[in-house]
């Protein structure tokens, strides 16, 4: 499965952005995908994932009632709508996709096999 993250960019605090995880290779639906975000000089930290069956989504506290993750299965693709975006926001986001993760290894970078390229967000004060 590859993986291609976008739709990052700048953006004022209080604002929104949808990023998107476009996935092609074999049976990328069947997959669940992650999101996680690295800020500069901090660890790559979970903020979502969403099950293949599209209905069973998963978020870090710090993106709950902020953000939401969806997908598009014809279109072979999982969004991030994020909304009041806040500073501390700022990071580069990665999409990534496992297809066998247990509920205690949705958060887990390293139970993910297949990473995107990340995608910039910069959200200015």
């Known amino acids: 499965v590859q993986l291609q993250a976008s739709g990052g960019g700048l953006v004022q605090s209080g604002g929104s952005l949808r990023l998107s995880c476009a996935a092609s290779?074999?049976?990328?639906?069947?997959?669940?995908v992650g999101w996680f975000r690295q800020a500069p000089g901090k660890e790559r930290e979970f903020v979502a994932a969403?099950?293949?069956?599209?209905?069973?989504?998963y978020y870090a506290n710090s993106a709950k009632g902020r953000f939401t993750i969806s997908r598009d299965s014809a279109k072979n693709t999982v969004y991030l709508q994020m909304n009041s975006l806040k500073p501390e926001d700022t990071a580069v986001y990665f999409c990534?996709?496992?297809?066998?993760?247990?509920?205690?290894?949705?958060?887990?970078?390293?139970?993910?096999?297949?990473w995107g390229q990340g995608t910039e967000v910069t959200v200015s004060s």
């Open positions: 990534a996709a496992d297809k066998f993760l247990i509920v205690s290894s949705i958060g887990q970078e390293n139970h993910y096999d297949y």
């Open positions: 969403i099950r293949r069956n599209g209905d069973t989504t």
């Open positions: 290779g074999r049976t990328p639906s069947s997959y669940t």
